[in-house]
Structures are given as C-alpha cells and as structure tokens.
C-alpha cells in the first residue's frame, strides 16, 4: 500500500504547523508525510535523501528562506516539485518564490480539500495558486516592461490554450473547453513551452502577458 502512496516532505519553522500537516496527512490515503523539517539548512541533502513526490516549503524560515531553499532545489532537481505555502500574499514574495521554480504557490488558510487538489495538479506539472497570489502575479506582471510582438509563432489553439492557462485552468478543465483530451492539452503546453522558450505553465502566463498574447484584465470568465 505505501508504495502507492504520494511522498510528502514538509519544511517549516512553526512546531504546530508541522502538528496540524503531521495529522493532515495521517488521514490521507494518497498522501504519506515521509519527513518534517524545522528549516532549510540541510534542504539537499535531505531531498537527495528522502526524494519526495512533493515539498511544502514554508517562506519566512531563519537561516535559509523558503526560496532559496526552493532556487537551490531546482538548480540541482529541476523537476523537484514544490509548493511554497506560505501566510504572505504580496506580490514580492509570490514573484520571488515562482522565480526561483517553485511548482505552485498556496496561502496557508487554504482548506483541507483545496490543498489535496493543488497537490495533485503539481506532482501532475500543473500549477495551483491561490486566487489572491494570482491577482499578486498578473499585477507585477503588468507592472513590468511588456513587449509586445507577433512573432511569437503561436497558432490559434496555442492562444486559446494559453488564454485558459492564465484563467487558471487544470488541463482537465481546459480539454473539456478545447474539446481535447487531457493527453492533447499536456502536448499544447510542451509546444507552448517550446515555442516561447520557457519551462514552466507560469513562465508561459508570464512571458504570454509580456509578449501581449493574452491580456489578462480582458480575460471573460470560464463559461463565456
């Protein structure tokens, strides 16, 4: 049974946050926590020790913050998945912490059943952010030089794809609004990726709002 299990490492300074993951995921059946971390220190050496499915990495830890930690993880595993969780919203700490490759960013108020969808969505190269670190991402994305162009090669469903990435959709919710299978909308996204010559779904929203592909404060809702 445990080999079926997705492995949770949590890394955070609070004795009780730690408490409240330990009991979280003790009433799991997809998740085992396999390791707790009161800081970032030793952070490689313990991944390249325990290689979990996934790392809840706290930000605000003494010594070694949450995104270094995450930057020295992907440098070394560029495929690490980790969320950074976190009680900070702003913009600086949400753009910090993608930057340095985190796999998606949660506030720590998100709810039990939340938490288990966003993990899912990272381990399978999805991006979960809470609604607010979002809003925190598109804003400092406009607020930086865009340069816009036509040349970035994007064919028509590629735009629509990207269009649905920055409303925040699972690749599920996307195959169902592009009329694709879940395996199709994985193949857009890799040649999205290659096209704009990024690696991840954020940098794709991010270099898309750049370059003027999407506008992300025209954006209709889901269903129009």
């Known amino acids: 049974m445990g080999d079926s299990l997705s492995r949770v490492l949590v890394v955070d300074d609070d004795a009780e946050v730690r408490e409240a993951y330990r009991s979280f995921f003790e009433a799991q059946d997809a998740f085992e926590l396999i390791g707790e971390e009161a800081d970032a220190v ?4 313990v991944y390249e020790q325990q290689r979990p499915d996934v790392v809840l990495m706290d930000l605000q830890m003494p010594r070694v913050s949450g995104v270094e930690a995450i930057r020295e993880l992907h440098a ?3 495929k690490a998945c980790i969320v950074a969780m976190t009680t900070f919203g702003t913009r600086d700490y949400v753009v910090a912490a993608l930057k340095a490759g985190a796999s998606g960013y949660l506030l720590k108020d998100v ?3 939340a938490l288990l969808a966003a993990l899912h969505q990272a381990m399978q190269g999805e991006m979960p952010l809470s609604s607010a670190v979002r809003r925190a991402l598109v804003a400092s994305v406009l607020d930086s030089e865009v340069v816009k162009t036509r040349e970035h090669k994007l064919a028509p469903r590629e735009v629509e794809l990207v269009g649905w990435l920055a409303r925040g959709l699972s690749n599920q919710q996307i195959a169902q609004q592009m009329n694709l299978s879940e395996g199709s909308v994985k193949q857009y996204v890799v040649r999205v990726s290659e096209k704009l010559s ?3 779904r954020t940098q794709i929203i991010v270099r898309a709002i750049q370059m ?4 992300p404060t025209a954006l209709p809702p889901v269903g129009q």
């Open 42 to 45: 030793h952070i490689v050496a």
């Open 212 to 215: 003027g592909i999407v506008d």
């Open 198 to 200: 990024v690696s991840s």
């Open 111 to 113: 709810g039990g059943a």
């Open 76 to 78: 070394r595993w560029p």
